[in-house]
């Protein structure tokens, strides 16, 4: 009967504690969010779970939730997804900010730490190889992309984007 006892006790100890620390991470998480940022920083999208973020909201309806963080956020914002800060840029307007030269800008530094943009294009491909790999690849491309070629990709762009907003429910009213 004693040894039920201090099962019991123990069990109710340890979910005790494992509680306290979810709801002490939750605070802090919360604090952090509350606490003023730098001003260079875009505004950050509220979320109550550490770590997940905005996880849950995004892979439910991404469309619908870029256009209320744009609502409220305005054209630039940052939200957390699955512990990393995406930053969304929504606005022509702001724009300037990505035309960098190719000889201020890396795409190493941009696009190597991110896990997700390797699976687009495949192994050593545009973003997932150094460089000069990379530089390499774009004269590849370069006649692909003159304006009589891409004049050409128009009606199959079009047609991708018509097919695309017929089947989506979010485009569907």
């Known amino acids: 009967m004693l040894d039920i006892y201090s099962m019991l006790v123990s069990s109710i100890r340890y979910g005790f504690y494992t509680l ?3 709801i002490v991470t939750i605070l802090l998480n919360v604090l952090h969010q509350i606490l003023p940022k730098k001003k260079s920083e875009s505004p950050l999208v509220w979320h109550w779970i550490p770590f997940i973020g ?26 957390i997804l699955f512990g990393k800060k995406m930053t969304v840029n929504l606005g022509l307007e702001v724009n300037f900010i990505l035309k960098g030269r190719l000889q201020d800008v890396n795409a190493e530094d941009i696009y190597g730490p991110l896990i997700l943009a390797t699976p687009v294009f495949g192994p050593n491909l545009i973003y997932d190889c150094p460089n000069f790999k990379i530089m390499e690849q774009k004269k590849f491309v370069k006649f692909g992309l003159t304006q009589r070629a891409l004049e050409q990709h128009v009606p199959l762009i079009e047609n991708e984007v018509l097919s695309y907003m017929a089947s989506s429910p979010s485009f569907i009213s």
């Open 20 to 22: 306290t620390l979810l």
């Open 54 to 79: 905005n996880a849950i909201e995004y892979g439910t309806d991404p469309l619908a939730f870029y256009t209320k963080c744009q609502r409220h956020h305005g054209p630039i914002f940052t939200y």
